[in-house]
């Protein structure tokens, strides 16, 4: 081969190599693309500035991923509020956005660590003001 050929072949190899994540950052998953930088928390000054009526008008419009099954289980996502489990996403109609402080969103590894085996799916956890 000649020397371009090696230079040429060198530059694609590392081309390959920084582009498959050998910097040492995790590669993005289906599975945490909602729980990856500041996508797992809906704060109060974001559902305040939103001015949407309800917080599953808040969570529709700026957390749509939330709403999904979970890519683990195929479950439903749980609300909690208070540390129990209120029901599935349809109860987050029935809160005013701003009676809300801040909501979280756990996949269901993260869920079941927190609340035990009996949750099956994502959770979204309601913090009220």
Do not use: H
């Amino acid at each position: 081969m000649s020397r371009l050929a090696l230079t040429l072949l060198a530059l694609s190899a590392v081309a390959i190599a920084c582009s498959s994540g050998a910097s040492g950052a995790k590669p993005a998953t289906a599975a945490t693309p909602a729980q990856s930088s500041g996508q797992s928390v809906l704060t109060g000054e974001e559902i305040a500035a939103s001015k949407y009526p309800t917080a599953y008008d808040v969570v529709e419009r700026l957390r749509r991923p939330w709403l999904r099954k979970d890519p683990t289980t195929g479950a439903d996502v749980a609300v909690y509020m208070d540390e129990q489990n209120i029901g599935g996403a349809d109860k987050l109609r029935d809160l005013p956005a701003v009676t809300v402080a801040e909501m979280d969103f756990l996949l269901n590894a993260a869920a079941i660590r927190r609340y035990g085996s009996s949750v099956t799916g994502s959770v979204i956890i309601v913090t009220r003001k």
